[in-house]
């Protein structure tokens, strides 16, 4: 008889990794963030969170609230279908309408998640004898579509353009069509591609090209646009403009914005579009109202701007490496090794700084960091403290290490 292979024992085997052994001390992950911040406020303590998104500080912007309110008690949660079969509401086109002006393209359509967003536009758009050319450090959502795609799938080194255009030189004429896919802000290292130059490639080698500005709407340009408006380019010349409401809209959902033909055609036949639930209004609602006050108060963006660039220039003069982070919404604090970056983590934690680390998941063994999501939101003595903290961390216990070493035995 077979030996009992239980899906449970599977599952904590694979589970097992280095970082998680100084769990026993102190988990970071998962906090409840509401719960840590009415416990530091009741000792008369503050808590800061540098884990969350709210780029512009929407997230409980009066105006969102009240729009969400009024929308819920309007139309209810939920969308209750797909909107191809089960209708739609009011606010769905408007806000599509909106956000592509916003970014300067023709149309957008909107889907439950970013996630989806990239992995059912890049896994359904191609075919067998096409090939999409992607960043070797592309956010998991980008991989995921490439892994589902029939497309050949071909890697290019982070941001090196001359790699890209060897490639292209010498397998474009092996395809029908080539998308090559970047990011706005690489979300684990905080820099930008080059977009003027990836234009000129584009053309060159008779590309499609796709931006994934969820980092950067809200964050990158004088008014927020995101890589195009910061770089000086027209957003007509991009492809596919790929983003989320999750981070500067303070909200949740993700779209697609594109010329209108493609938008027509993926209304009705994008997988990810067609076959899941339209999104709630109530979320609608408050993406649109974030959207809305990203322009009246158009201080937030300069503020985020100059939150960052402190943040980065304070984090050197401490000592503190930030890797190639060009300084806007995300800065990483890279460490030597894992066991030291949760150690950081947690001691922050004990001073009220919610910063839990990068450790295997999302980034090489070897490169763990603390992600910093800045906001307009923090104060110029929040950043500083949180930085003098990290230069004065505690060497990492002696236990911590012992812990780590029997996890992994
Ligand atoms: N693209 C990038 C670059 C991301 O970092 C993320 C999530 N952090 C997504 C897409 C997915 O967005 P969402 O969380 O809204 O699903």
């Given at each position: ?122 896994s359904w758009l191609l075919g ?280 992994m035995a």
């Amino acid at each position: 008889m077979a030996k009992h292979n239980s899906l449970s024992d599977y599952a904590s085997r694979r589970f097992r990794f280095a970082g998680n052994a100084l769990l026993q001390y102190h988990d970071p992950f998962f906090a409840q963030i509401d719960r840590l911040r009415a416990d530091f406020e009741a000792k008369g303590t503050h808590f800061v969170s540098f884990a969350n998104y709210d780029y512009l500080g929407l997230a409980n912007h009066p105006k969102i609230l009240e729009e969400a309110d009024r929308e819920l008690h309007r139309l209810g949660v939920g969308a209750l279908a797909s909107r191809l079969v089960g209708g739609e509401r009011s606010t769905h086109k408007p806000f599509e309408a909106e956000i592509a002006e916003f970014l300067g393209m023709e149309a957008a359509l909107t889907l439950v998640s970013g996630y989806l967003a990239n992995v059912t536009t890049i896994s359904w758009l191609l075919g067998k004898r096409d090939a999409l050319f992607i960043d070797e450090l592309a956010h998991n959502s980008i991989v995921a579509g490439c892994e589902a795609s029939p497309a050949e799938v071909i890697k290019f080194r982070h941001n090196d353009f001359e790699h890209l255009d060897h490639l292209l030189a010498k397998k474009r004429q092996d395809f029908r069509h080539v998308l090559i896919v970047v990011e706005g802000i690489y979300s684990m290292d905080g820099d930008t591609a080059d977009l003027p130059r990836l234009v000129e490639l584009k053309d060159r080698h008779d590309a499609w090209l796709m931006v994934d500005e969820a980092h950067s709407l809200g964050v990158l340009g004088e008014t927020g646009r995101g890589l195009a408006e910061l770089q000086g380019v027209d957003p007509g010349r991009l492809d596919l403009v790929v983003g989320t409401m999750s981070k500067t809209l303070a909200s949740c959902g993700g779209f697609v914005c594109a010329k209108k033909p493609v938008i027509d055609w993926f209304r009705y036949t994008l997988p990810g579009f067609v076959y899941s639930v339209g999104l709630s209004p109530v979320i609608l609602a408050s993406a649109r109202t974030a959207l809305r006050l990203m322009q009246e108060e158009s201080w937030r963006v300069g503020k985020l701007a100059r939150n960052a660039e402190l943040f980065r220039d304070y984090a050197h003069a401490n000592g503190l490496s930030t890797g190639p982070a060009i300084g806007r919404g995300v800065v990483p604090i890279l460490f030597q090794d894992s066991v030291e970056t949760m150690w950081a983590s947690q001691h922050l934690l004990g001073l009220g700084f919610y910063v839990p680390p990068i450790v295997q998941i999302g980034v090489p063994k070897d490169q763990p960091r603390l992600r910093f999501f800045l906001s307009a939101n923090h104060s110029e003595d929040e950043i500083r403290a949180v930085l003098d903290a990290l230069r004065d961390l505690p060497p990492v216990a002696a236990e911590a290490h012992e812990l780590v070493k029997k996890a992994m035995a």
